[in-house]
């Protein structure tokens, strides 16, 4: 059974950092990804970041250069570094695994999902 516990948000004002972490079990290989993604109030789910289980990363244009996504050897925590951030960054943020033999799509069903936190970003 997978099971995500996302920590780390908070409020902070802009400029501020902030890293999130997301305790995960249960992940095996055949998981072949891992995601942050971020939903604001009235807005839809955005992915932020993603980690191949063979370490490539990508991240939303929206973030690059300002936030980086990684994770432990053993794949038991995975991390969201936040620098600079923005108002605009507010969010839940929330961490998903790929459920096996679904690639990794950024689809609800086919993810895993934490509970999320709360990152604010204040002006």
């Known amino acids: 059974q997978v099971q995500l516990v996302e920590s780390g948000g908070g409020s902070v004002q802009a400029g501020g950092s902030l890293t999130l972490s997301c305790a995960a079990s249960?992940?095996?290989?055949?998981?072949?990804?891992m995601r942050w993604f971020r939903q604001a109030p009235g807005k839809e789910r955005e992915g932020v970041a993603v980690i191949y289980s063979v370490g490539v990363t990508h991240l939303a244009d929206s973030v690059k250069g300002r936030f980086t996504i990684s994770q432990d050897n053993a794949r038991k925590t995975l991390y969201l570094q936040m620098n600079s951030l923005k108002p605009e960054d507010t969010a839940m943020y929330y961490c998903?695994?790929?459920?096996?033999?679904?690639?990794?799509?950024?689809?609800?069903?086919?993810?895993?999902w934490g509970q999320g936190t709360q990152v604010t970003v204040s002006s």
């Open positions: 998903a695994a790929a459920r096996p033999q679904k690639g990794c799509s950024m689809n609800y069903e086919d993810n895993y």
């Open positions: 249960g992940v095996t290989d055949s998981s072949i990804c």
